[in-house]
């Protein structure tokens, strides 16, 4: 019923997440390779990043026209890797919008070189200084199955516009458009050699490459991040990395019922809730819960699976059929310890494995549904009499990536800056898929490191080195400099 993924040597059987059934595979890259890939991207970097912002904008958008070409292609595949259809198109949508973005934020960013800046310190008007944005290099990627493309490019294309090559490691579950994907790329020649991907499960790959390159971005789960953090640690290199959530919602009194319920229901169970920023804890006041319940329940149940036809409903399938075991686990428990399944809840098989629009009542904060990231198209909901108590419900948890607030403005925004959570969006959930502009951090246990959003999307990929000149045309003897020193003055 769930099966582990099939890899024998280094050879991968991936399954279809609609039938089930293994219909695509691919030949893990060896050590050698990885390194061997690595390396050409090194030597590649070098001209790359020489050749100026706008020039590389102007390579990126060579490609799209590539991409373009190719669109029935990737469209085809991806929908295969991930089992839906309307997600696919918005995901390729999202790549173009991430080129369009950062070719246009790239040059305001690095295009002009600033001038020196005069010491403010008194007595030192004599020194200035400029900064100088130098690429990390080599950049991994280890990206996830859940939005196999957005989470690819969302960190892949601030990093070629900064300067830096890429090597891409996809997640071995969602591996087909990768396929027609790199054949765009590599009919563009200058981003072939900075832009290259490898293959196969990170248990074989994740070392060998972590090893060679220069920087790590992951979007993955906390105990995988845990593994790369020690492994870039050990190497002194940065990581950036985006990890697991259990993003709470929570609304208050003053919220209007329908709108909120519906939000928390989207946010729940789009894209089967297989997404870290996924509304799945729900705290309600005590004097609107039966009625939040109710409105929550009925649009739940109008919700219909996509396992007769690809193209009708609006749950797919569990994409990695090991998650439909976990979210199963945590349901388990729930129920064991006094909750209520008010609808949905079985994991049903044609084929793949799948789960309508699960609501659950009864729960305490102890249940793993509770505490642990559930990644399925489930959303509990509990009742609470004070703001402090929602407070209390929503912060307690390992995780902090993202939140949601409903109700009057001004209350919303003070219970939002107590929460801890990067993100926290006001009167609607997962905000952040679209307002890119806002730079967050997460909190916890979802990760570390500088935003992906915002300017430090791309800045985060550079190191400053500073210049610093004496413009005086003089400097002191070691004995002067004692003097100096003496009269507490600079030396």
Same mark, same amino acid.
């Given at each position: 019923?769930?099966?582990?993924?099939?890899?024998?040597?280094?050879?991968?059987?991936?399954?279809?997440?609609?039938?089930?059934?293994?219909?695509?595979?691919?030949?893990?890259?060896?050590?050698?390779?990885?390194?061997?890939?690595?390396?050409?991207?090194?030597?590649?970097?070098?001209?790359?990043?020489?050749?100026?912002?706008?020039?590389?904008?102007?390579?990126?958008?060579?490609?799209?026209?590539?991409?373009?070409?190719?669109?029935?292609?990737?469209?085809?595949?991806?929908?295969?890797?991930?089992?839906?259809?309307?997600?696919?198109?918005?995901?390729?949508?999202?790549?173009?919008?991430?080129?369009?973005?950062?070719?246009?934020?790239?040059?305001?960013?690095?295009?002009?070189?600033?001038?020196?800046?005069?010491?403010?310190?008194?007595?030192?008007?004599?020194?200035?200084?400029?900064?100088?944005?130098?690429? =990390?290099?080599?950049?991994?990627?280890?990206?996830?199955?859940?939005?196999?493309?957005?989470?690819?490019?969302?960190?892949?294309?601030?990093?070629?516009?900064?300067?830096?090559?890429?090597?891409?490691?996809?997640?071995?579950?969602?591996?087909?458009?990768?396929?027609? =994907?790199?054949?765009?790329?590599?009919?563009?020649?200058?981003?072939?050699?900075?832009?290259?991907?490898?293959?196969?499960?990170?248990?074989?790959?994740?070392?060998?490459?972590?090893?060679?390159?220069?920087?790590?971005?992951?979007?993955?789960?906390?105990?995988?991040?845990?593994?790369?953090?020690?492994?870039?640690?050990?190497?002194?290199?940065?990581?950036?990395?985006?990890?697991?959530?259990?993003?709470?919602?929570?609304?208050?009194?003053?919220?209007?019922?329908?709108?909120?319920?519906?939000?928390?229901?989207?946010?729940?169970?789009?894209?089967?809730?297989?997404?870290?920023?996924?509304?799945?804890?729900?705290?309600?006041?005590?004097?609107?819960?039966?009625?939040?319940?109710?409105?929550?329940?009925?649009?739940?149940?109008?919700?219909?699976?996509?396992?007769?036809?690809?193209?009708?409903?609006?749950?797919?399938?569990?994409?990695?059929?090991?998650?439909?075991?976990?979210?199963?686990?945590?349901?388990?428990?729930?129920?064991?310890?006094?909750?209520?399944?008010?609808?949905?809840?079985?994991?049903?098989?044609?084929?793949?494995?799948?789960?309508?629009?699960?609501?659950?009542?009864?729960?305490?904060?102890?249940?793993?549904?509770?505490?642990?990231?559930?990644?399925?198209?489930?959303?509990?909901?509990?009742?609470?009499?004070?703001?402090?108590?929602?407070?209390?419900?929503?912060?307690?948890?390992?995780?902090?990536?993202?939140?949601?607030?409903?109700?009057?403005?001004?209350?919303?925004?003070?219970?939002?800056?107590?929460?801890?959570?990067?993100?926290?969006?006001?009167?609607?959930?997962?905000?952040?898929?679209?307002?890119?502009?806002?730079?967050?951090?997460?909190?916890?246990?979802?990760?570390?490191?500088?935003?992906?959003?915002?300017?430090?999307?791309?800045?985060?990929?550079?190191?400053?080195?500073?210049?610093?000149?004496?413009?005086?045309?003089?400097?002191?003897?070691?004995?002067?400099?004692?003097?100096?020193?003496?009269?507490?003055?600079?030396?």
């Amino acid at each position: 019923f769930f099966p582990e993924p099939v890899s024998t040597m280094s050879v991968v059987n991936v399954m279809n997440p609609r039938t089930g059934e293994s219909d695509f595979s691919f030949t893990s890259n060896t050590a050698e390779e990885i390194q061997t890939i690595v390396k050409g991207c090194k030597e590649a970097q070098k001209a790359w990043a020489a050749a100026g912002v706008q020039h590389r904008v102007e390579v990126l958008g060579q490609w799209m026209g590539e991409i373009k070409k190719r669109m029935p292609e990737i469209v085809a595949a991806l929908s295969t890797d991930t089992g839906r259809v309307a997600m696919c198109n918005t995901e390729l949508g999202a790549l173009f919008g991430f080129i369009a973005q950062w070719s246009r934020l790239g040059p305001m960013l690095l295009g002009a070189e600033k001038p020196q800046q005069t010491a403010k310190t008194p007595g030192l008007g004599h020194l200035s200084h400029k900064n100088q944005h130098v690429p =990390l290099g080599v950049v991994a990627n280890i990206s996830p199955w859940n939005y196999p493309i957005i989470l690819s490019f969302l960190d892949t294309i601030p990093a070629l516009v900064a300067g830096c090559a890429v090597v891409l490691k996809p997640s071995e579950t969602t591996p087909r458009w990768t396929v027609p =994907l790199f054949e765009s790329v590599a009919a563009v020649p200058e981003l072939a050699g900075v832009f290259r991907h490898v293959m196969g499960p990170g248990t074989e790959v994740g070392e060998p490459l972590i090893t060679a390159v220069d920087a790590v971005v992951l979007t993955g789960s906390t105990a995988v991040g845990r593994i790369v953090a020690v492994q870039c640690a050990q190497r002194l290199i940065p990581a950036f990395l985006e990890l697991g959530g259990s993003d709470p919602a929570v609304v208050l009194e003053g919220a209007d019922v329908k709108v909120a319920a519906t939000s928390c229901l989207r946010g729940a169970v789009v894209s089967t809730g297989q997404s870290c920023m996924s509304v799945e804890r729900c705290y309600v006041h005590q004097s609107i819960y039966d009625e939040f319940v109710a409105e929550v329940t009925k649009q739940a149940q109008a919700c219909q699976t996509n396992k007769d036809e690809i193209d009708v409903g609006q749950v797919g399938p569990f994409i990695d059929r090991r998650q439909a075991a976990k979210v199963k686990e945590q349901l388990d428990d729930a129920v064991a310890q006094g909750a209520t399944i008010v609808c949905g809840g079985v994991v049903e098989e044609k084929g793949g494995l799948y789960m309508n629009a699960t609501v659950v009542t009864g729960v305490k904060n102890s249940m793993k549904l509770m505490q642990e990231e559930t990644f399925g198209p489930v959303l509990p909901i509990a009742p609470f009499t004070t703001t402090e108590e929602a407070v209390d419900l929503a912060n307690d948890s390992p995780y902090g990536l993202s939140a949601a607030v409903y109700g009057p403005a001004a209350e919303a925004e003070a219970v939002a800056g107590v929460l801890n959570a990067g993100v926290v969006c006001i009167n609607d959930a997962a905000l952040h898929a679209y307002m890119m502009e806002a730079e967050n951090e997460a909190f916890g246990s979802s990760g570390y490191g500088r935003s992906r959003m915002g300017v430090s999307g791309l800045m985060r990929y550079l190191r400053t080195k500073a210049m610093i000149f004496n413009n005086s045309g003089a400097t002191r003897d070691i004995v002067a400099a004692g003097e100096a020193g003496k009269k507490g003055q600079a030396l």
